[in-house]
């Protein structure tokens, strides 16, 4: 755990200071998980420092079309303020000037897009989603929570029709692409053109699965996530080194995917 090395978190959520407890708790009740983090930006950098992570990417979700610009202007704040930041956007499949804020996003300095379809309620494969899509494709990567026991508008099934629809829509697919969903991401996601993140899902996954995922979806289509404040930095990095990769699978999961979807050199 103390060996230097290179890490970018590619998962994790920044709220306001004051409302950072709220957002943290609500999340926490709908998982029916503890939450390990305080979801604001000090307490996300002291968490990933114990593990020397170099980026973040931050972001959080518009459950309101009306939560779309403030919540990119906190992001963009946010990314601003602590040059460790790579901030993504939010957008909601009820705005009208999609265009637009997409444009706006960009201008922000801002690096992705952050949808949660639960949370946001909407399915992947929504008509209405269709015009984001288009929105930011060859534009922007759109990072998509991805699985639910409870519901299937994150299913991987779901994600498949939008990858055949949009072949250049540069997706990172999260939860190793569907969280408690993983036979199916299986079947619909592994090996297509989307990245996967590991955030949420090595502590559910056995250790062989979770190789034999990985290799097989490709090594270099998979990227390192905390899910903060959801877990800690040390406990998602254990996790990850527990896993029997090489040393250079592990730099390409833990920095070298993330450093060239970014564009971070």
């Known amino acids: 755990m103390t060996e230097h090395r290179k890490i970018i978190d590619v998962h994790a959520h920044v709220f306001p200071d004051k409302i950072a407890d ?61 040059s460790c930041f790579i901030g993504f956007g939010t957008l909601h499949p009820d705005m009208e000037d999609v265009d637009e804020e997409v444009d706006r996003i960009i201008s922000l300095g801002l690096k992705g897009i952050k949808l949660h379809p639960d949370f946001q309620d909407f399915c992947i494969d929504d008509e209405r989603m269709m015009g984001i899509y288009e929105a930011v494709e060859k534009r922007l990567p759109v990072l998509l929570h991805m699985g639910d026991e409870n519901k299937t508008s994150s299913s991987p099934k779901r994600l498949e029709k939008v990858l055949d629809r949009f072949p250049k829509l540069v997706v990172v697919a999260a939860h190793l692409g569907g969280y408690r969903m993983w036979k199916e991401s299986m079947d619909c996601l592994v090996g297509r053109n989307v990245f996967f993140d590991t955030s949420s899902s090595l502590f559910w996954l056995d250790s062989s699965t979770a190789v034999s995922m990985i290799r097989k979806h490709g090594v270099n289509k998979v990227l390192f996530g905390s899910d903060y404040p959801m877990w800690s930095h040390e406990e998602e990095l254990e996790r990850f080194l527990n896993l029997a990769l090489t040393k250079e699978e592990r730099e390409f999961i833990l920095w070298r995917n993330a450093a060239r979807l970014l564009n971070l050199g």
Request: charge should be positive; charged fraction near 20%.
């Open 22 to 82: 709220k957002a943290v708790g609500s999340i926490g009740e709908y998982y029916g998980v503890p939450m390990h983090g305080k979801g604001t930006a000090s307490d996300l950098m002291e968490s990933g420092s114990r593990i020397n992570v170099s980026y973040y990417v931050v972001h959080s979700t518009a459950t309101k079309v009306e939560q779309v610009k403030t919540i990119n202007d906190f992001i963009a704040e946010q990314q601003r303020k602590n």
